[in-house]
């Protein structure tokens, strides 16, 4: 049931298109997703990591950071609030520096990621969320690195896709009925807790997809 509000609803589609007709990884390839531990993200790691790519998370806690590695198989994960250098920590798991990344969060992480990228490097531009509670958006500010690393950037939304929605579904259960993928969502009981619940998503206090169980039945 939970599948249809995550790896098979619009997380996963978005996951899937994001990575296959954006980013267009390949195997071998490098990528790092922001908001790793987040309901697109987690589906968007899975999926790159069971095409055969290196896909390091960048998440929010050192416990979202380990359920990256140990629940969802991801290569790395780095915890960007607590590591003294984004840049060195990036480059410490990725030495050979960035392929893909899909972007998920905007700003000075962002930044840092285009600093690894490799030379004609591709970025998936799925989310701004540094910026939806800004009220003036501080934006990326290295945007003369995209010129010089010769790199595409490409922003999208899932109804950009509307007509291929059932290859995307299709794919993901696959990997969710081979064990492959693996969804841990959040749920939280009460509709009274709704409007916390929606706050929480932009915290970062939550992982995975949030789902609230209103008790119906």
């Known amino acids: ?3 249809a509000l995550g790896a098979l609803g619009p997380a996963g589609l978005t996951a899937y298109f994001g990575l296959f007709d954006i980013a267009k990884i390949q195997p071998g390839e490098t990528v ?3 908001s790793a531990a987040g309901a697109v993200g987690t589906i968007a790691g899975q999926l790159a990591r069971a ?7 960048l998440a929010g806690s050192d416990e979202k950071c380990a359920d990256l590695t140990a629940t969802f198989q991801l290569d790395a994960a780095i915890n960007y609030r607590t590591c003294d250098n984004l840049d060195e920590a990036i480059r410490a798991v990725s030495p050979d520096g960035l392929d893909v990344y899909f972007d998920n969060v905007g700003g000075a992480i962002t930044d840092a990621a285009i600093r690894s ?3 004609r490097g591709r970025i998936a531009v799925c989310g701004q969320t540094s910026e939806y509670n800004s009220k003036s958006g501080r934006g990326w ?8 690393r010769r790199l595409k950037v490409e922003g999208f939304i899932l109804f950009d896709f509307q007509d291929r929605f059932l290859e995307a579904s299709q794919h993901v259960s696959g990997l969710l009925h081979s064990g492959e993928l693996v969804e841990k969502p959040t749920i939280i009981a009460g509709i009274e807790n709704a409007a916390t619940a929606f706050v929480s998503l932009f915290a970062e206090n939550s992982a995975g997809r949030v789902i609230i169980d209103a008790g119906y039945r």
């Open 32 to 34: 790092l997703i922001s």
């Open 51 to 57: 095409h055969g790519c290196n896909v390091i998370g």
């Open 141 to 148: 500010t290295e945007t003369t690195s995209i010129i010089t």
């Open 1 to 3: 049931m939970t599948s």
């Open 117 to 119: 990228m490799k030379i």
